[in-house]
């Protein structure tokens, strides 16, 4: 057998650094291929010279195109046999990427616990990506539950990593030059800044989107997500095609500019969940809660964090008495954002 | 409330300018999912080679790039609470815009008409879109019918805007250096000069197109025009999403390619009427018809006036005994092409 | 009529070099397009980085990219009118294309036979890619078979070229430079070269892609392919659109990667035969067979001729006994890629 069957959870060792294949170069393509698949607008990934007004050479690549192209890498390697993908930490960006960067992708395994079932494990791992100056760009922690094939092998140690259950604001990676003192409100599209908001607060965004499968394919071939799931019609009794969670990250990140259309840029992914499949036909809507606000030491930029929620409902109502997830809760993502202080 | 409500119409004032958000940066990535969202061949804009014997430096954006990037910065600040787009007029392509270059928009208030039903009005906007360098690349009027929110706002003093009925010939700006002495017949696909055609005459475009609701959607978010009429299948009782109508003029101009190759650049928009709604699943078809043929001061180019209309039936009936326009009919526009004299 | 309605077999001459209009410049746009209409993966299609190790300068546009462009330009001189798409040969690649190159594209008439009813003939075209500097980028030659409209025009006398089974080793151009000595097996995705590989070998592919409308319209537009039956709902009885035969080597050449992540380039296309129609809704599947595998005089490249066949089913069954293909086979493409030796 000469093509990929994806490694089970007995293929996991404990420190073992995997190198993903397919480096990636992007270009305005990519670029331009992301604002046709979401509503993007904030001004800072559209306009070169907004992006020079605030320090920066030129615009970068949205945040969530370095996410997902990272990510996407990592698929072959981490998820073609995961049953369920549970969560996200640490996640830092450490460095823009503009257009004529080539991503790289490496994996290095720093958990594994195999469930009580003896069928299944959970894999953790965290994920670089690289630019082709061999800086890095991007590093979260995924877990993943990932089925085991032959259930005889032998459970491996557990070892369950340390995680921060939000990146702290000292940690964050301001990049350089990011200076927010000549920012263009009027430009942006929005007046508020940091102050303007309150912890606590809650903004719903008001747009929705109905999604189409020929959108999503689009989106996640695009990132060189290659899961069967997503694409093939005859792979679920069903016969739907399963929406890949970071296409939902990316439409409600792109829908909360409606209220948030200063938060620029991603800082972190402190955490983050894929509550309920999402499948086309369904009409995506997004609000956010001010989790915490900080101040950076780039000049005019504070941080704030955010609680980023996709639903395919209309309410704002998170979880139910029971303390799961509402059923058309899609997303909760919580992440920083850069913003004018 | 962060989120952007739209200005009603009691909220315009004679005079004022407003600067639309979130400028953008084109790329050779805009311009390749024109190619891909319309059969666009006109070969000027299709190769750099071309458009070296056509004079410019390299080949620009597609005309109505321009245009969709331009309009659809207005939308959250004058057409998000319109009940209509009414007409276009004085259209006019100032410059051509290339890959790289970055484009901005505003729109001043030249026209106010409040309903006598004391709950709408007509607002009358002059939009122009900038680049880089502050020079303007297209100006055009646009007059839409927006609710109010308060129904007790006063009216305001009626303006209504002396506006040409087309623009004249003397008027049209022709790209620096255009010239069409050496143009390659054989390259553009077809043998037509301006002397070829006569006024009054019909050209039948032949080809049809059924539209899907994916395509419209990434041709409307790809200029950032975020209605949601356009995106939300829960917004209209119908269930139906209503297609961006800028999605028509480009599907109806690239199918007049067939039969009007030649007819280059578009140096201006008379006036336009979005007869009737669009939706998935009809089939566009266009005809054009020449309204009027004038000489230009630059060397081998000629302006030819055109009325281009988008179908969703067979026929080039545009009215019915009426007057009205036939039931089929999405497009009635009015423009100035270049094309070889 | 001043549009186009395609030649018909009379209009074609033994020895008329026919130029196709349209010049297309190609940037990151296309590619990026290409990547998100199809799961392409091959690592010197994707990084810059990756293809300089090969020693190319940059990252070359996908030969498919190539093909389809180059086949788009064709479409409304050579098969408006065909009834039937029935053969290639000797397709050759010359020269590797680049992010912001021309291409045109002219046929040269090679052949042509009149049927025996007097209705239709079969015409056999050497289309010739070329690029800016008038290199030529791709050679190959078709026959399609062709309505007459005039049935009272004489029969042409017959001439069936001598044309190749299949390119001969020796005659594969190699980009100059090619060198896949210092190849990075992990970086590419699997370990495989050529020596791994046994003549008549067969490699399943494993994933499958639902096929919707908007995607396969979408990729044709790119390619400037105009034949009506991909478009128009109202064409044909059954009310559904013909997917472009090349959507399908696209898929099926992008599915391949799992199996085939190091046949990077297509060096030839000896055959090929869209075995049935395709059309959305349909589950796409790929399997390949090794047919040949020779040296090549690059540094540690070697060619390996490979059959690729596209199926609407799951099985790998080409034939049935009669002779014809399996209902399910859509192509059966005969060609050669290079591989590390």
Redesign the interface.
């Known amino acids: 057998m ?4 994806g490694r089970f959870f007995e293929d996991y060792r404990i420190g073992e650094v995997i ?1 993903h ?5 992007l ?7 992301y ?9 800072l990934f ?5 992006a020079r007004t605030c320090g920066l050479p030129q ?1 970068p690549m949205d945040d969530l195109i370095v996410f997902h192209t990272v990510f996407g890498k990592t698929v ?1 390697d981490i998820s073609l046999n995961a049953v369920a993908n549970l969560g996200y930490a640490e996640g830092r960006f450490l460095e823009p990427v503009y ?2 960067d ?1 991503l ?1 992708s490496r994996s290095e395994v720093i958990g594994l616990k195999q469930n009580s079932n003896g069928k299944s494990g959970v894999v953790y791992v965290r994920t670089t990506g690289t630019n ?1 100056h061999g800086v890095d760009v991007l590093q979260y922690v995924r877990w993943v539950m990932v089925r085991k094939k032959d259930l005889q092998a032998p459970a491996p140690d557990t070892v369950i990593p340390d995680l921060a259950g939000a990146v702290a604001p000292d940690d964050l990676v301001i990049p350089a030059g990011l200076n927010f003192e000549r920012y263009d409100f ?5 007046r ?1 800044r940091a102050a ?1 908001y309150a912890i606590g607060e809650i ?8 999604i ?4 999503h ?3 996640t ?2 990132w ?1 997500n ?1 899961a ?1 799931v997503h ?5 679920r009794p069903d016969g739907r ?1 399963l929406i890949y969670g970071g296409h939902i990250i990316s439409l409600a990140r792109a829908l909360s500019f ?4 200063n938060a620029q840029m991603i800082a972190a992914i402190n955490a983050g969940a894929h509550a309920n499949p999402c499948f086309s ?1 369904m ?1 995506v809507r997004a609000w956010s809660e001010v989790l915490d606000i900080a101040e950076t030491t780039a000049p005019g930029v504070a941080a704030m964090r955010l609680r980023l929620v996709a639903t395919s409902g209309a309410g704002t109502k998170l979880r139910g008495d029971d303390g799961k997830y509402s059923a058309d809760v899609l997303l909760d993502l919580d992440y920083w954002a850069l913003i004018p202080a």
Chains 1, 2, 3 share one sequence.
């Open positions: 000469k093509t990929n069957s190198p294949a397919v480096p990636r170069t270009s305005g393509g990519e670029r331009a291929l604002h046709a698949l979401y509503p993007a607008r904030g001004a559209s306009s070169d010279d907004f615009s072959p257009a004529g080539t790289a082709q009027a430009l942006a599209g929005e508020y303007d903004i719903e965004h008001v747009d929705g989107i109905t189409e499968d020929a959108e394919m689009l989106a071939r695009l060189q290659t069967k694409f093939d019609a005859t792979f095609r409606n209220g948030l259309a036909g009409t």
